[in-house]
């Protein structure tokens, strides 16, 4: 019973390129968060999406960033024209409902660096 | 907005001590306070969920408390041991939030 898998684990890119982070939920889970962990600060909730919908993209910088998850396929976060204040931890949870009493599950996250 | 803070930042224990570890959050309209464990460059790993309506979970030598009035949970170890060396996060959720908020951690470290 595989967890979150998230990849890839790293990933460089020079600024001005396009990152694309993706994220199988646990199986089972349709509901899929993602949070960015900035050096020396807590994890922000940046989007919660379930299977084709975007429910809450409350945390998501207005430029540059988008999310989706499709019927098919992992989730993916893309952060176009990456800056190197976009070099964070970015994690993925899933949870099987909309309970807000289940846990989230935790990936081992993408560890983003740009240069 | 919902702020989460935990003190201290890092604790140096010998092995075999029980300690506490700290939380406290400035909304008290919470749903849940959950407490993860996340281990050097890996993820997260729930550790205990404390629902508003309960005062305390129990998970081998864990128990995590929650006191709604004043704003505080607190994540007891007893007899703790070198695997438990890792930052420890806690986070809440309000109620009718989709999101959860994270405090920035204790890194324990407990020598052998």
């Known amino acids: 019973n595989a967890g979150v898998m998230q990849n890839p684990r790293h990933l460089v890119r020079r600024r001005g390129q396009e990152a694309r982070l993706r994220c199988s939920p646990m199986k089972g889970h349709s509901h899929v968060y993602w949070y960015r962990q900035l050096p020396e600060e807590g994890l922000k909730f940046m989007v919660y999406l379930q299977k084709e919908n975007i429910i809450d993209e409350s945390g998501m910088p207005k430029e540059r960033f988008s999310a989706e998850f499709p019927k098919e396929g992992p989730s993916i976060l893309r952060i176009q024209q990456v800056v190197r204040g976009d070099s964070a931890a970015y994690f993925c949870?899933?949870?099987?409902?909309?309970?807000?009493?289940?846990?989230?599950?935790f990936g081992n996250g993408t560890r983003l660096t740009v240069t | 907005k919902q702020e989460v803070t935990q003190i201290p930042a890092a604790l140096s224990v010998p092995e075999g001590e029980n300690l506490v570890l700290n939380c406290s959050f400035t909304?008290?309209?919470?749903?849940?306070l959950q407490w993860f464990r996340q281990d050097p460059g890996k993820g997260l790993t729930s550790l205990l969920l404390i629902q508003s309506s309960q005062r305390e979970q129990t998970s081998g030598r864990l128990n995590a408390s929650l006191d709604k009035s004043s704003g505080r949970s607190t994540l007891y170890i007893a007899a703790s041991q070198p695997g438990d060396s890792a930052t420890y996060l806690c986070?809440?959720?309000?109620?009718?939030?989709?999101?959860?908020?994270f405090g920035t951690g204790t890194r324990l470290t407990v020598i052998p």
């Open positions: 986070a809440a959720r309000r109620t009718g939030a989709n999101n959860l908020f």
């Open positions: 909304d008290s309209a919470i749903y849940n």
């Open positions: 949870a899933s949870s099987p409902y909309t309970e807000y009493n289940s846990p989230l599950h």
